[in-house]
């Protein structure tokens, strides 16, 4: 990284000092010219920072229990997270792995719940599939293990479509759901319940995001009705700082009888 593209602050890392208040912080002085596009920089370095350790740590978790199977992402965006994926997969050389990548690559649709981020209108986030593919081949890792499925999930996610996927035998390793809306996280969560095994990661990024932190609404709101109805268990896993939270699934002794 050249010197002009270096942020001009620590990500994520608290520095300890011996003396009050403990820990360095930026003073009044440090941050006259303090501007939006510095505030930016400084959250995505934050979250990009958290996350990718959130992924270093939960290829290690897969690795060392023997959980097998593929990378599923609902929400590609600008392609973070599943670069995140791919390069983690290749420290751990898990060279069969395949990565499927679930976008509209349009964008959000229309919001029918009631979000609190204004800026969450239809079309917003939009990354197209050439420019994600691009970003894929420019990481240069696994490329051609990369499949993308084009389209809001409302029509994307078909009955064929589950089919292929059971068909194939392609159980999921790590699951990521990172499309901020409730009515697009419901189909999702359908969708992956047949490609679930024992040890599979869920990751839901939007947790506490998009809906004042309401885990009665939006993504949470999605996953809490999933339990619901499935016959799959959750264990709470990691924490992704204040926005997401990752889960571990699991059978009760029955139904693990039931289906062997
Ligand atoms: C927050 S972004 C994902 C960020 C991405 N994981 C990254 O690290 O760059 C949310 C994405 O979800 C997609 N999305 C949301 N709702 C969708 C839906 N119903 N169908 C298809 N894609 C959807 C948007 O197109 C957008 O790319």
Partial sequence: MSDTKKPHFPPVAIEPVLGEPWVALANGQELADWTRENEIEYNQNNRQTEKHLFYRRTFDFLTDNRVRGDYY?????RCRTFRMALTEARRHNLDS???????????LPDP????????WKRGALTTSEEDFMGMVR???????????IK?????SLTKEL???YLDSGRKAALINIDCDLYESAVPVFDFIDPLLQEGTVLYIDD??????????KGVSKAFLEWQKRTRWKVVRHLDISWWGRSYIVYLEKEEIDGVL
């Fill in 73 to 77: 992402e609902f929400g590609c965006h």
């Fill in 97 to 107: 792995m395949g990565f499927h990548a679930f976008d509209s690559f349009e964008g």
């Fill in 112 to 119: 029918t719940s009631d979000t609190s981020v204004e800026i």
């Fill in 138 to 148: 420019d990481h240069g890792i696994y490329v051609d293990n990369v499949r993308t």
């Fill in 151 to 155: 389209g809001y999930y409302s029509e």
């Fill in 162 to 164: 589950g089919a292929e």
């Fill in 207 to 216: 947790q506490f995001a998009g809906y004042k932190g309401n885990p009665l």
